[in-house]
């Protein structure tokens, strides 16, 4: 009896994660070895909490089900990963999934054998957690458990506040109070990346330690990316030819007065500049006015470039200031402008220098990121003309232009909901093709890719925003390795711009894309589970109609890939009949039937072949019109033995004893 029981319980459980796949979470898996030989550091906090995680003794993981509560940017993720990596066997993958949800759910997570799964939950509305989702989650580790899989879950402490919140049967809680040390962090981060030399020389600064010491995880490895830019950059500046009588004031920075400089925040200097405005100019140390401080911003952005086109955008600047909603000053006038210093004096007494070609130069970039960050965190009523403003002085769309770096930096540092929402609302009317490089270097960052990826599923929904969702997917899913993640994250939103639409032009666009990539396997199997979902009633008939639409452009040895055996996953035939009856779609899918016939009409074996398929699809109630307009399109197309096809199609379509009521296309009579 109890063998029975075994049998069909064992049968079931394999039913139950055959079924589960249709729409879990999915995810990357981890390459092992690369993750043991990333940076780690641990102190006793961390190693107190390591010891927690396991059984004792036993060396592998106390419940199926870990969660680290933590701070942001502690290293949740690092330590959640580096526990898998050390204490699961090293057949078992390493997946670490993207919560592409809008609120957590058992169903969404996958469940299958010997796998290890790590799923961040951070964002403050799609994450939020409930007593139900643990309750749910405590079977969910019993499942785990059998499958001999685990679970680590890293949330960010915000979420964790409900006093119903806490330890489950089969679910182990962390808490994860301390960062690692920031100094011995960024030291592992150089030396793991070869540039132990600059280590040492960090070793012997001790301005440099002081500015690195009690960072956060995420700001230690900041630094460490830091350090290496300032680095490239004294590389670069010593390359550069030297030119006589210049005019420069300042002496070049050696590398560790570099190094110093990059790691310094600036505040207290800032805090002079920014202080009360005074009109005072006598001493460097004064607060500037604020003519001066759009100037400075504008050296920030552009670092070294033209006086002409530094002034232009430090004018700009202020314009947008003064002129903005709720602001009634008008401009300074001509003769007070006239009356004040001169722009070289002011460039000068904000730490630039101009040469004798009138090149500004503000060799500073860590300084100009250290005023953009200060403006930013103290003057909230700032912050929309900022975007504003680097929106307009951006010189094209590219990641490597200086105000949109800017904005992606912006973005990765301040990517809240409340910030994409405004980034949105300014650049989308003026400037869709900036925001839409600035998304894309925003889902891809560890840090602000889930909340950026939200963002584009709200803004699908929104037809002011689908040239942007529409341009970013595209772009993710044109990656050669772009993870399955990533890409059905992407098909979900175009799907959704599809639904919510109705736009032509922008089904259209969204049909260009599916089209463009169609030849892709991957995006053609995504392509394929998108008809094949709308034909069995679970999906948008849009987002499947242009699907089917992007995949009648492949063939299969001279045949329409649709119409060969290969495609056996979808019914060609009532898809074809579904488009030609709905008006919307009926011009769209009959130049792609047309294409297919010229293509196959002098081939004597295909072209039957493909006719007798579509005969059943022109069939019908109301496929008359429909019928017609396709044997027009086929007018002047003849098969090998000079017969006209759109004869063809008609004596094969209307019967005998309508002939008369409805004569042959072309026919004038």
Known sequence: MHRHVDVVAQHIDELILETRKRDVLEGDVQ?????????????DHWTELWAQALHP????????????????????????????????????????????????????????????YQLDLKHPVNDALSADFLNALSKHAES?????????LTVAEGLWTDHRLGERSGIHVLRLR???????????????????????????????????????????ARAARTVVEAWEEHRHLEKQPQHADTGKVAEPLTLLQRIEAALTDWRSELDTRFGESTPRHDSGSSSLTLEDRCLLLALAVWQSAPMPQ???????LQ?????????????????????????????IDVGADVDNQDIVVFDRPAYGRAVLEYVWDNYDVMRDPLIAWLVGTAADASSKDRAVRVLTELTVRHGTVEYLESLGKITSGVRPDVLGTVMDNAVRDEHVGRLAWSMLYRWAARSEYAPVVIEVCRRILQEPDVTASAAKMAMV???RVAQSSADPDTRRSVLTVFQELAGQPAVKQRLVAEVRSWQQDKGSARSGGLAFMALTFLTDNGMPWLMSPSASDIDTVRAVHDLLKDTDTTTEIIPRLTAWIRACADDPELYPQLRDQLLPALRGHNMFQAGASLMQELQGVSTTEGASVADDFYHHLVDVRLRSVFPPPGDAA
């Open 178 to 220: 301390q960062a690692p040390d920031a100094l011995a962090l960024m030291e592992a981060h150089l030396d793991t990346h070869g540039y132990s030399r600059l280590t040492s020389m960090l070793r012997s600064s001790a301005q440099a330690q002081a500015s690195v010491r009690g960072l956060s995880a995420v700001g230690a």
């Open 144 to 152: 785990l458990r059998s499958a001999r899989s685990h679970l680590v």
């Open 493 to 495: 939103r175009l799907r």
């Open 31 to 43: 390459d092992r070895a690369a993750l043991l030989q990333q940076p780690f550091v641990r102190n």
């Open 57 to 116: 003794g036993a060396g592998s993981l106390r419940q199926p089900v870990l969660i680290v509560i933590a701070p942001r940017s502690f290293g949740s993720t690092t330590l959640s990963l580096r526990l898998l990596a050390e204490h699961t066997a090293a057949h078992i993958p390493l997946v670490k999934l993207d919560a592409d949800w809008s609120s957590p759910a058992r169903g969404r997570l996958p469940l299958e054998r010997d796998h290890a």
């Open 319 to 347: 314009e947008s200031i003064e002129n903005s909603p709720g602001n009634a000053a008008a401009l300074s006038p001509v003769r007070s402008a006239f009356s004040s210093r001169g722009l070289r004096r002011r460039i």
């Open 310 to 316: 530094v002034t232009r955008s430090a004018t700009q």
